[in-house]
């Protein structure tokens, strides 16, 4: 039975290796089904909204709330 | 993955060096690997009390919308946004290099963390053999925004484009960002590594992906 794992969105910038492990099926061929999730629209929030201090993120958000197992930092 | 930042500014900027944007505004996107990168390349170059930032959005394509507006003096970039801001005629003062790290669950298991690093592995290998055909991923990431849609693999310099295969975070290098963050008061306490870093996990899950390695 394939494992199963939910991650949050990455970008090419910083996840180029997971979006084409995914896209060319190598995560399913170590029989992992990695499934992305991504915040509804509604929920992001601007980096411009923090302070150096008290930074806004969106990062782990999903994780916290438990949709996700990991997320990229 | 290995991210590039870089320290742009724009076309008429008279900056040609970190050191000139001493007390100039610098847009950040604060909490996000990019803006301490930005803060590491600024404080390289000038005293602290210098370092000059303001909130910017997470979005490089609205950072870069504001560099061209005037808005601020410089911003940090990553791909594919540092290629536009290079076809836009802007200039990099400064590039780093900076870790993307995986945040995980307590109950991630080590035999899917393994799965996970030896899917990886191979994708590291196969883009490292071709980067020229992979940075196709960056222009497909940032569909609908013109000024990506009109960038051509050939644009790319592939030497910002740095992809190193998986292993355990060396605890010297985990201390000295923490201790770097704490001294800009973006973190409190002592670097404890037994609560930033599950050990057994990532040894169990390295142990298993190994295989792959030596393939």
Partial sequence: MAMTMTIERVMA???????????????????????????????LRSAAEGTPTKPTTNQGKLQARGEAQMFQA | ????????????????????????????????????????????????EAVTTCAAATSPAERFAGLMRGDFEATVLQEPWITVAEQAGCRLVSTTFFHGTWVATRDVSAEAYAALLRAIT????????????????????????????????????????????????????????????????????????????NRKLEREANQLAAAVRAG
């Fill in chain 1, 13 to 43: 910038f910083m996840g180029l290796d997971v979006l084409v492990a995914k896209e060319e099926g190598l995560f399913a061929a170590e029989g992992l089904d990695l499934r992305i999730a991504a915040l509804p629209p509604d929920e």
């Fill in chain 2, 1 to 48: 993955m290995i991210v590039c930042g870089a320290l742009v500014v724009p076309p008429t900027s008279t900056v040609y060096t970190p050191q000139e944007l001493a007390h100039k505004l610098v847009a950040l996107d604060y909490g996000n690997g990019t803006a301490y990168a930005g803060l590491q390349m600024l404080e390289g170059a000038m005293p602290r």
């Fill in chain 2, 122 to 197: 191979r994708a590291v290998r196969r883009i490292n053999a071709d980067k020229r055909r992979y940075v196709s991923y960056f222009i497909r990431d940032w569909s609908g925004h013109p000024e990506v849609e009109a960038l051509r693999p050939h644009d790319f310099n592939l030497g910002r484009i740095q992809l190193k295969e998986p292993g355990p975070i060396p605890e010297n290098e985990a201390r000295w960002a923490w201790e770097w963050m704490a001294g800009w008061g973006l973190l409190e306490g002592a670097f404890d590594v037994t609560t930033q870093i």
